[in-house]
């Protein structure tokens, strides 16, 4: 796993790991990598990449919260954060050098980021309960 991937991991396991949490599994396959780290009953991540120098970092703290990444291209970093119950979120990204990051503090968000092209950038913090985000960028 290479260095930055490895410290996002770490920035966003830290506090689950103070709470007693499980780490999740680490890919590293062919420049693509995963990390995941969940806590709580019922969440998924599901990731689909394709390319290369592609990483996903993500956390989940709660239940029944919901990730879905679908990356292609190159050198595409997505980040996500979840910490509440119900949340989702979805991130799909093709192209080279994009970056998209969701952090959800709460229950009952949804956050959808959509980046097609090169070097584009998305931030979504939602906090609170029923937030709704949608980005879309070409």
């Known amino acids: 796993m290479n260095a ?3 410290a996002l991991a770490a920035l966003l396991s830290a506090p689950l790991a103070m709470a007693g949490d499980l780490a999740g599994p680490e890919f590293t396959t062919g420049g693509l990598a995963a990390a995941v780290v969940q806590r709580g009953d019922a969440n998924t991540v599901t990731a689909g990449q394709s390319g290369r120098e592609l990483q996903l970092a993500a956390s989940q703290r709660g239940r029944h919260n919901q990730a879905s990444v679908t990356q292609q291209g190159s050198s595409n970093t997505v980040e996500l954060r979840q910490n509440g119950n119900d949340n989702d ?6 192209g080279a ?18 980046q097609y092209g090169h070097d584009a950038g998305a931030r979504v913090t939602q906090t609170g309960n029923g937030k709704r985000a949608i980005v879309i960028q070409h």
């Not at 979120?89 to 093709?94: D, H, N």
């Not at 050098?97 to 959509?114: K, L, M, T, W």
């Open 89 to 94: 979120a979805t991130v799909i990204q093709a």
């Open 4 to 6: 930055r991937l490895a």
């Open 97 to 114: 050098g994009n970056s998209a990051a969701i952090d959800q503090q709460g229950s009952f968000n949804s956050a959808r980021v959509e």
